[in-house]
């Protein structure tokens, strides 16, 4: 390489090994998980637009986390509760962790899971309290907006089509009206959260504890 074209050597960083590669493959996996569980992971990804695998990766990939989890669920039972197979897409590193940390703590990996989503709950509990409170303010939100049609309506009375008032009015309007459908859309899409109990996850947990 010239003297000219040095610079590559200090300034761009070199290609990922194979080994680091390999472990963003992404692979499937099934678990058998609660309904709870399995819950509280659709409502986290959906609700905070998260891919699931983004979020399981987020969830299983820290070792140190996962070592810290296995060492409260050493020879546990699985068998307290109903459970739902259900497979994920994840990464082959986050499977690797899973297995690895399962097999030298003799940890059920399925209870790993149901762990490790328990990290979700302040999440899960916060994003509730927002919605109810976006519920609210959407409900002003109506009114004012409701408020602007009927101003819109005047203005069309009184000035007519070719006024360039309403014409400005009414750009504004249609403007208002497309965010108007784009937050009520947000808000129906959060509905997902409101049935979600958190304690029915705790429950589990205290389940798998005893």
């Known amino acids: 390489m010239s003297e000219k074209n040095s610079w590559i050597n200090d300034t761009i960083p ?9 472990g963003r493959q992404s692979v499937r996996a099934t678990f058998k998980l609660s309904e709870a569980c399995i819950g509280a992971i659709s409502i986290v990804a959906a609700h905070l637009g998260i891919k699931q695998k983004s979020l399981f990766d987020h969830l299983v990939e820290d070792i140190n986390a996962l070592d810290a989890i296995a060492g409260e669920l050493k020879n546990i039972s699985m068998h307290g509760y109903s459970r739902i197979q259900k497979t994920y897409v994840i990464s082959r590193r986050s499977l ?16 790993l899971v ?13 994003e509730q309290k927002k919605h109810e ?26 000035l007519g089509h070719e006024d360039p008032l309403f014409s400005k009015m009414h750009a504004l309007m249609t403007y208002y009206h497309n965010s108007y459908a784009g937050m009520q859309a947000f808000i129906e899409k959060g509905k997902s959260i409101e049935d979600f109990q958190p304690e029915m996850l705790r429950k589990i947990l205290n389940i798998l504890e005893k």
């Open 14 to 22: 070199p290609l990922a090994r194979t080994s680091d590669l390999r």
């Open 133 to 158: 409170a976006r519920k609210k303010v959407m409900t002003e939100i109506a009114n004012h907006f409701n408020k602007g049609r009927h101003l819109l309506k005047h203005m069309e009375n009184t």
């Open 114 to 126: 149901e762990f490790s989503v328990q990290r979700l709950l302040p999440v899960i509990v916060n």
């Open 96 to 111: 690797s962790s899973l297995d690895q940390v399962s097999k030298s703590h003799n940890a059920p990996r399925d209870a």
